[in-house]
């Protein structure tokens, strides 16, 4: 493929009254995909397993602006129920158990969620005949643990996960990468991110947000390692306009499909560097001094420790890169959550 250089994903005449089907919309990132996808005037169809409101979509008003189904992904039936009533131009795959210490102490739901979630509905599609685009997110889990010199990672880096969360999202993908092929021909492509932080991340065992609680005073943060292992991140802004630049290209240009990304910011910080930017930007020293001493006794967390992702596919492809900075990431961050403790209360999340 030449370089792909355009912001026409970026046209609101495209996104205008598409039907977009958005799976995991009270999820994280799915929220904030599905707010600029509003904003851009496509129709929103999401698919929720659960009936609560979605707190973030409430806050930002966009909760009637959406259609809301309460569904399992593990349910093929009710889906295709839903989809036999919508006609749907552009599909985000991003429902998932996303949490890994969730994914050790129940790898069979997590399984279910991230292995039959993702082929459940990806065969349903395989009969939608009105899909033009399928972006379908796996996870810089997926690739497992490497030494430290080795990274980056690039697309072309092996599957070698062990972690159950690691292999449940490391399956979905290659699931995904045999119904792009010509035997199925559906047009998916299958994205690799770095861990994703922002406004709106409303599970508060995350790093970032269970920071930001002890910031403002809501409770103690605990580390739960030495603060060694090194992670990427990406702001989910970024995130959210690069889903659509992916699908846009994809509706437009199918020898797109099953193409794999990896989008990050080549940069690993370590997981206590990351604290204590958290703690500096937001002028407590106090709590800075306080996680140093917890951190001193704190053995490493059985997790993968070391993880960054190149995004030279996506720049030679689409002339992408990443726009915030950590530290504009983590300001705009801090102040989102400010707000929105102010009228709920984090306890709801927990």
Same mark, same amino acid.
């Given at each position: ?5 355009s912001?026409q994903? +970026? ?10 089907? +958005? ?13 600029i ?6 129709k929103? *169809?999401g ?57 050790? &102490? ?32 796996s ?13 980056p ?32 021909n ?20 995350? +790093? ?5 609680l ?7 943060? *605990? ?27 994809l ?10 990304f ?20 937001s002028? &407590? ?8 001493k ?57």
């Amino acid at each position: 493929m030449t370089k792909i250089i355009s912001k026409q994903y +970026l046209n609101r005449k495209f996104w205008k009254n598409k039907t977009i089907l +958005l799976t995991g919309i009270n999820g994280f990132i799915g929220g904030n995909l599905a707010k600029i996808l509003i904003e851009y005037g496509a129709k929103v *169809i999401g698919l929720t397993n659960t009936n609560k409101k979605n707190k973030f979509l409430e806050y930002e008003k966009i909760y009637s602006k959406l259609k809301i189904y309460n569904v399992d992904i593990k349910n093929y039936s009710k889906i295709d129920n839903i989809l036999k009533k919508n006609t749907i131009d552009i599909c985000f795959h991003l429902a998932a158990q996303v949490d890994v210490n969730v994914a050790k &102490n129940n790898p069979f739901q997590t399984f279910e969620t991230n292995i039959r979630g993702t082929y459940n509905l990806l065969e349903i599609l395989r009969h939608h005949k009105s899909i033009k685009s399928i972006i379908v997110a796996s996870s810089d889990k997926a690739y497992g643990d490497y030494n430290i010199k080795d990274l980056p990672y690039t697309e072309n880096h092996d599957l070698r996960p062990s972690f159950p969360y690691d292999v449940s999202k490391a399956s979905a993908d290659m699931i995904a990468k045999s119904y792009s092929t010509n035997i199925f021909n559906l047009p998916i492509i299958i994205t690799r991110f770095a861990n994703i932080y922002g406004p709106g991340q409303l599970n508060f065992t995350a +790093l970032i947000p269970d920071v930001i609680l002890n910031i403002l005073g809501y409770r103690n943060f *605990i580390p739960r390692s030495n603060g060694l292992h090194t992670r990427d991140f990406l702001y989910v802004d970024d995130v959210a306009y690069l889903y659509m630049c992916l699908a846009y290209n994809l509706f437009k240009d199918k020898r797109l499909s099953g193409e794999i990304f990896n989008a990050g910011t080549d940069k690993a910080y370590k997981i206590k560097d990351i604290i204590f930017k958290l703690c500096k930007i937001s002028n &407590n020293s106090a709590l800075m001094n306080k996680i140093k001493k917890d951190f001193m006794n704190k053995k490493p967390s059985g997790e993968i420790l070391h993880q960054s992702m190149s995004y030279k596919k996506l720049n030679n492809y689409f002339d992408w890169k990443p726009t915030f900075s950590m530290d504009d990431g983590i300001f705009t961050t801090i102040k989102w959550y400010k707000e929105f403790l102010k009228k709920y209360s984090y306890k709801n999340f927990l």
